[in-house]
């Protein structure tokens, strides 16, 4: 019995640990985006004078609403285009199926350096070179994937009898697709999209090598800004993006349960 509670406080231990380890350094962060030093010296005095400043950084914010508009752009293309392939994959058998399959992972697993690399060299290849559209295409062949994996995945737990029935009663394949299966796919398709988001508006590696002086995103500017010289206006852009994250996570998971009920 003593063992049984020991082994639970130890569990208990390890989870509180695993959550400070997580969120310390973030809930450090944004409490020094209103300290009034620069220099996080203590004690700790209020102020908002980062986030005024903020707004007078046009390339910070620029190359925020450059994340921002690439990450939208991403999310959408990739959605569409993942969710329409992972229907594909579950409803045909074609020559070659295992192989595509198989093809979807090697982009998630190769260390982005290596893809950063080869996206450069093959872009001014075929004579697109870098920039923002160049930026685009990139995260957008490295976001798929991972919403071709998560609907295919959600695909799994389908029951095909539901399709047979609704065509039994008459519908086409396109009342089908959006009256049945789509509804049903829903939860894959909303987390899907989110882990599209996350990879473009986060991607760093990709970004830096296809990115020119002007047309940058913002972990790129973050990395330029801090190797000229730490500024707390990053912990500034930083907080409200923790802050905007964390309300569209908790709106989807109010109002859409994963489980795949409304």
């Known amino acids: 019995m003593m063992t049984t509670r020991v082994l639970e406080w130890l ?10 380890f997580l969120y310390l350094p973030i809930v450090i962060m944004a409490l020094m985006s209103f300290n009034v030093s620069p220099f996080y010296q203590l004690p700790f005095e209020w102020t908002t004078e ?4 903020l ?13 921002i508009e690439i990450a939208v752009i991403t999310t959408l293309i990739c959605t569409v285009l993942g969710s329409a392939a992972s229907l594909a994959l579950y ?8 192989v595509l399959q198989a093809l979807l992972f090697p982009p998630i ?3 982005w350096l290596i893809t950063g690399t080869a996206m450069l060299i093959f872009f001014f290849g075929v004579g697109i070179g870098r920039g923002l559209f160049a930026i685009l295409l990139g995260h957008v062949a490295l976001a798929l994937p991972y919403v071709i994996v998560v609907v295919s995945a959600r695909l799994q737990t389908f029951a095909p009898e ?3 029935a609704a065509r039994s009663l008459g519908a086409n394949q396109w009342q089908v697709t959006s009256r049945v299966t789509l509804p049903w796919i829903m939860p894959g398709v909303i987390a899907g999209g989110l882990f599209a988001f996350a ?9 830096y090598f296809l990115s020119t002086p002007g047309q940058t995103t913002l972990p790129v500017e973050i990395y330029a800004a801090i190797r000229k010289g730490f500024t707390p206006e990053i912990n500034a852009v930083s907080t409200i993006i923790i802050v905007v994250s964390m309300a569209l996570m908790l709106l989807t998971a109010r109002f859409f349960k994963f489980g795949g009920e409304k």
Do not use: C, H, M
């Open 162 to 164: 539901l399709e047979e």
């Open 55 to 67: 707004w007078q950084n046009d390339q910070l914010i620029s190359a925020t609403w450059n994340s």
């Open 50 to 53: 980062w986030y005024a400043s």
């Open 199 to 207: 990879v473009s508006f986060d991607q760093f590696v990709v970004s």
């Open 91 to 98: 409803r045909y058998d074609f020559r070659g199926k295992k």
């Open 11 to 20: 569990g208990r231990l390890y989870i509180w640990l695993l959550l400070a």
């Open 109 to 111: 697993a190769i260390p």
